[in-house]
């Protein structure tokens, strides 16, 4: 006979119920946790790559530091084609960003980078990934360090967009991120239960 705790599965369910209702979170926008930055970016596009098995074209927005690159690194060894569309912090280029976007796959499925770059702070032209990603399918993934975060949270404002949330760098306490979906990331986390509510 097996035992199955429901207990745990509850508690955590409620848990996000009310952080979603804290943080003001629209009703289609699903809310997770992940164990860490490292596990929210990963399990959110590794979810929507078990949803879409036939796409396997990724694209990253300009150089990525971590988590982003080793997440990339791993889609690449999995046999997903990697594209890189180019970034220029230097001026704001959206001409070169549409050519590029333009020669992305048709089996794209994502495009995956940080709000914020890490070691200068400039910001990623995610504004225009979101706005024209829909149009051709494609999902916007988009990582929201602990500084970026000082902007304000990024909603998903279109069923096509995850966003993973980290609010505090690691040391020694070790603290969840937040995973906001919009309705077609709907892909199933690998792990939950006792680990993410202890």
Excluded at 8 to 19: G, H, V
Excluded at 29 to 46: P, Q, S, Y
Excluded at 127 to 145: C, G, M, T, V
Excluded at 151 to 165: C, D, H, N, R, Y
Aim: charged share 25%.
């Amino acid at each position: 006979r097996m035992k199955i705790n429901l207990a745990l599965f509850e508690r955590l369910e409620a848990q996000k119920e009310a952080l979603k209702k804290k943080l003001k979170i629209p009703e289609n926008i699903r809310i997770d946790v992940a164990l860490d930055m490292v596990h929210g970016v990963n399990d959110l596009a590794r979810s929507i790559a078990d949803l879409y098995p036939h796409k396997k074209s990724i694209a990253i927005l300009g150089a990525q530091a971590s988590p982003i690159k080793e997440v990339a690194v791993g889609f690449g060894k999995l046999g997903f084609v990697v594209q890189e569309l180019p970034v220029s912090f230097a001026h704001n280029d959206e001409q070169t960003l549409a050519v590029a976007w333009e020669k992305l796959r048709k089996d794209t499925l994502f495009v995956m980078g940080h709000a914020v770059e890490p070691l200068t702070g400039a910001i990623y032209p995610f504004d225009w990934i979101r706005r024209e990603a829909p149009k051709k399918s494609i999902f916007s993934l988009i990582y929201q360090s602990p500084d970026s975060l000082k902007k304000g949270l990024i909603i998903p404002q279109t069923p096509w967009e995850g966003i993973v949330a980290d609010p505090l760098w690691g040391g020694e306490e070790s603290t969840l991120s937040l995973v906001l979906k919009g309705e077609r990331c709907q892909g199933e986390t690998m792990l939950w239960g006792e680990p993410h509510i202890s």
